[in-house]
């Protein structure tokens, strides 16, 4: 069962950046794309970015495009977003999770604890 530890999370003003982290449990984190979301107090879970098993592949939500950069570190079973020119409407938890394909923004699988996001104006 893999498991995903969501970090990084914090308080910052807009226009400011914040690094999240994913790191996953078990031996299957290589073989998997994988993928950021973020749900917003009232709103449903949304797709944010998403990256290939390998990296060589990623895909972007036209609301953080330009803004964000999501990579991985298979070594590491650890996943990344690079957040800059943060907004407040980028305030949300964030969660990680695989998804179903290289260019998918649907998750599969189970969700971690996600890691807050709050972003000042």
């Known amino acids: 069962q893999v498991q995903w530890v969501e970090s990084g999370g914090g308080l910052v003003q807009a226009g400011g950046s914040l690094r999240l982290s994913c790191a996953a449990s078990?031996?299957?984190?290589?073989?998997?794309?994988m993928g950021w979301f973020r749900q917003a107090t009232g709103k449903e879970r949304e797709f944010v970015a998403g990256?290939?098993?390998?990296?060589?592949?990623?895909y972007y939500a036209d609301s953080v495009k330009g803004r964000c950069v999501i990579s991985r570190d298979n070594a590491k079973k650890t996943v990344y977003l690079q957040m800059n020119s943060l907004r407040p409407e980028d305030t949300a938890v964030y969660y990680c999770?695989?998804?179903?394909?290289?260019?998918?923004?649907?998750?599969?699988?189970?969700w971690g604890q996600g890691t807050q996001v709050t972003v000042s104006s």
């Open positions: 990256i290939s098993s390998l990296g060589g592949s990623t």
């Open positions: 078990g031996r299957t984190f290589s073989s998997r794309s």
């Open positions: 999770a695989p998804t179903a394909g290289a260019s998918s923004a649907v998750a599969v699988g189970s």
